[in-house]
Each structure stands twice: as C-alpha cells, then as structure tokens.
C-alpha cells in the first residue's frame, strides 16, 4: 500500500499544483472592466441596467465559478466533482458569455453600430442576404427564446458558415464560434424596456461593436 507521501509523488504535476494551490493561491477568474463608462451605450442600454449587469449580475457569476471551481479541487470522488457540474456549467459560461459581451458593445459615438464593408459583411450578405435581413431573423430568433439565454451570430467550423443559433440559461455557445452574443436574460433589459424584448433587440444594433465581431469572424475563418 502505497504511503500518503508516496500517493502524492505519483501524482501528476499538473494535478498536484491544481491542488495544492486550491488553499488559497490558486489565481482566482476577476469581473474584467467594461471597455467604456456605464453610461457610454445611452440612450440604447440605460446606465443603470449596465451598473447593476456588470457589477451585480456578472460578479455573481465570477463568484459562483470561483466557489464552484474551489469546491471541485477538494472533491475526493467522482460522484463529488458530478455533483458540482451543474454550477461550473452555469456561472463558468456567465463568465464566458458576459466578458464577451462587453466587448461585444461599443458606444455609437464610438462605432458602434456601424458595419463597414469586408469580409464580415460579405459573409451576412452571402448567408443570409443582407445586413437587414441578418438582423431580422437573428432578433426574431432571440426573441423567440423561452425563458433566459442568449441569441448568437456564430461560425460553424464544420459548414464554414455563419448561422444564427440560440443557447438556454447561461450556456456558452460551443458549437459554434461566437462572432455576436445578444443577452436576452430580463436583467439586461428590463429596466429600460419592460417586458417588451423587440425594443430592446432593435436598439441594441445602434451599439454592436461591428469591429470586434469581424476580428473574431477573421480569426475563426482562418
Ligand atoms: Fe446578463
């Protein structure tokens, strides 16, 4: 039988710095900084939804995903760290999802909004006939979903084409590569809009940061 200090030897270094950083000194996932003021995307998205989105909501899930990944280096079973996936999965892609989305947004007096012509544009016009239409169908289809989760222009690796896909909660999008994610949990609009999403999805248009979707269509099409 193997001895503690033996079974700690053995095993593998990566695990056993995952573990023995799990004290305490294991870097921790922070809330990252809005790249503009919270007030910047007005009169599109209100202030305070954006204060209470990124400071409450967005914070919460950088709390859960760290509890839950300190949680998950001191299970000693399988069945434990089964038992922790559910919250992983939650607040890991509300992590995911709302660090994107930031980015995702820039104020119109900043850009936002404004999709120039190359290769982003030519591939919405080939998928889906043009910019209008694109925003259309990809609002009808955020829309449509039941409940909170989020709509996405993403680039399907295998078809090598851009496709409008939803995913429900806090999902982050893994079939696809995110290009554009649009929250559609109440807590990104419903100070503003009430419960009337269409507003909320054609205004939001007037701040999409058309620039960072294209670096990440350009990166993804490689
Ligand atoms: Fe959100």
Known sequence: MLTT???????????????????GARSQHTLPDLPY???ALEPYIAEDIMKLHHQKHHQAYVTGLN???????????????????????FNGGGHINHTLF???????NAGGGQLSSGPLKSAIEESFGSVDAFKKKMSA?????????WGWLG?????KKLEIVTTPNQDPLLSHVPIIGIDIWEHAFYLQYKNVKADYLSAIWNVINWKEAEQRFTEAAK
Request: glycine residues 4%; aromatic residues 8%.
């Open 5 to 23: 200090a033996t079974r700690t030897l053995a095993r593998p270094a990566a695990i056993r710095r995952f573990a023995l950083a799990a004290g």
């Open 37 to 39: 003021a919270y007030n």
């Open 67 to 89: 509890a839950a990944e300190e949680a998950y280096a001191k299970t000693q079973s399988p069945k434990e760290r089964i038992k922790l996936q559910p919250a992983l999965k």
């Open 102 to 108: 930031w980015k995702n947004l820039a104020p119109a």
């Open 141 to 149: 289809t955020t829309a449509a979903i039941q409940g909170s989760g």
């Open 155 to 159: 680039y399907n690796p295998e078809t």
